[in-house]
């Protein structure tokens, strides 16, 4: 069987080829296709599941339970306050958060008393606290506001850098695929969306980018003035090339993250740490698939108009050279 590095290496030299570039419709159907699905999935199961941050409300937090399941919480919050919608979550091995409608001090203190109760506490281990909806439409505006920037600022150096305005368009589709992928699983799955959710997802646009920024790289290169072969060949042979050290980097970067949200989501309970490392998780694998099979397609779909014009305007007897 053969090794990574001697696959990598045949990729490198040419020796084996993936058909990324020449198949780009294929790949384009693939994105599209999941994109649609994720869409579908996300709109027939209701919608994101958005946190309390963002659709205010009344939080409970027991502690010191021996039972972790979220039936007793419902029941208990029910009994009290029946049109309350309660949802609970665990938070390690003795302790769970319950996420209730807004409610009053007086209904409040009922349901610290019925908790108790239902999980065997004393009323003290249960906390209560009320946060509005004003503060979490105030993270999602600054969170808008620092993806817009960051847009922009990528878009304006990677045209600078690159000296070309069609790798930036190809990273913004990728960027934008991330994104929208990463968004769709939550919708489809379940997950609850948390500012720490938010900034997990602003996250992984930066490990995007970088992969993006490599590939582009080798890409310049292959296509410096006096290469050989043809513009969209040239082009494949540098994402294959990367192709490798692409797997590689998302590897490592995948383990730790997968490790952080393992410790944060069973071990330690801690839901900060668990929807950050999510995100991060679900982002860098979705980035280094679309760094491949997204950025460099478009990107030789972009220039490939460029490459007909260039090649009609050779003489006649030196076009065989370019085909």
Same mark, same amino acid.
């Given at each position: 069987?053969?090794?990574?590095?001697?696959?990598?290496?045949?990729?490198?030299?040419?020796?084996?080829?993936?058909?990324?570039?020449?198949?780009?419709?294929?790949?384009?159907?693939?994105?599209?296709?999941?994109? *649609? &699905?994720? !869409?579908?999935?996300?709109? %027939?199961? =209701?919608?994101? $599941?958005?946190?309390?941050?963002?659709? @205010?409300?009344?939080?409970?937090?027991?502690?010191?339970?021996?039972?972790?399941?979220?039936?007793?919480?419902?029941?208990?919050?029910?009994?009290?306050?029946?049109?309350?919608?309660?949802?609970?979550?665990?938070?390690?091995?003795?302790?769970?958060?319950?996420?209730?409608?807004?409610?009053?001090?007086?209904?409040?203190?009922?349901?610290?008393?019925?908790?108790?109760?239902?999980?065997?506490?004393?009323?003290?281990?249960?906390?209560?606290?009320?946060?509005?909806?004003?503060?979490?439409?105030?993270?999602?505006?600054?969170?808008?506001?620092?993806?817009?920037?960051?847009?922009?600022?990528?878009?304006?150096?990677?045209?600078?850098?690159?000296?070309?305005?069609?790798?930036?368009?190809?990273?913004?589709?990728?960027?934008?695929?991330?994104? *929208? &992928?990463? !968004?769709?699983?939550?919708? %489809?799955? =379940?997950?609850? $969306?948390?500012?720490?959710?938010?900034? @997990?997802?602003?996250?992984?646009?930066?490990?995007?980018?970088?992969?993006?920024?490599?590939?582009?790289?080798?890409?310049?290169?292959?296509?410096?003035?006096?290469?050989?072969?043809?513009?969209?060949?040239?082009?494949?042979?540098?994402?294959?090339?990367?192709?490798?050290?692409?797997?590689?980097?998302?590897?490592?970067?995948?383990?730790?993250?997968?490790?952080?949200?393992?410790?944060?989501?069973?071990?330690?309970?801690?839901?900060?740490?668990?929807?950050?490392?999510?995100?991060?998780?679900?982002?860098?694998?979705?980035?280094?698939?679309?760094?491949?099979?997204?950025?460099?397609?478009?990107?030789?779909?972009?220039?490939?108009?460029?490459?007909?014009?260039?090649?009609?305007?050779?003489?006649?007897?030196?076009?065989?050279?370019?085909?």
């Amino acid at each position: 069987m053969m090794s990574l590095t001697t696959f990598g290496n045949s990729l490198y030299t040419g020796e084996r080829s993936v058909p990324v570039i020449p198949k780009r419709r294929l790949w384009f159907s693939i994105a599209i296709g999941v994109l *649609l &699905v994720l !869409a579908l999935g996300t709109v %027939v199961r =209701g919608g994101f $599941v958005f946190g309390i941050e963002f659709t @205010g409300g009344s939080e409970f937090r027991v502690t010191g339970v021996s039972d972790t399941s979220d039936g007793p919480a419902v029941d208990a919050v029910a009994a009290v306050v029946p049109e309350a919608d309660a949802r609970a979550t665990g938070l390690g091995p003795d302790a769970l958060r319950v996420q209730t409608d807004e409610v009053t001090d007086e209904q409040a203190g009922e349901i610290r008393a019925a908790l108790a109760d239902a999980y065997g506490v004393d009323v003290g281990s249960v906390a209560f606290s009320f946060i509005g909806p004003s503060w979490g439409a105030d993270v999602t505006s600054q969170a808008l506001r620092a993806l817009v920037v960051f847009l922009v600022l990528v878009s304006i150096v990677m045209a600078v850098y690159f000296r070309t305005w069609k790798m930036a368009v190809a990273a913004l589709a990728s960027l934008a695929f991330d994104m *929208l &992928v990463t !968004a769709g699983v939550y919708g %489809v799955v =379940g997950f609850e $969306v948390t500012p720490a959710a938010v900034i @997990g997802f602003l996250t992984i646009l930066g490990y995007s980018l970088y992969d993006t920024v490599v590939v582009f790289d080798k890409v310049r290169e292959n296509t410096a003035p006096g290469s050989s072969g043809t513009f969209l060949d040239n082009i494949n042979l540098a994402v294959n090339q990367t192709l490798v050290r692409s797997i590689n980097t998302s590897v490592v970067a995948v383990l730790p993250i997968a490790s952080i949200l393992f410790i944060g989501a069973v071990l330690l309970g801690a839901g900060t740490l668990r929807d950050i490392a999510l995100a991060l998780f679900i982002g860098t694998i979705v980035g280094t698939w679309s760094s491949i099979f997204v950025a460099a397609p478009v990107y030789a779909a972009l220039r490939k108009n460029d490459e007909i014009k260039a090649e009609s305007t050779l003489p006649k007897r030196e076009r065989g050279a370019v085909v």
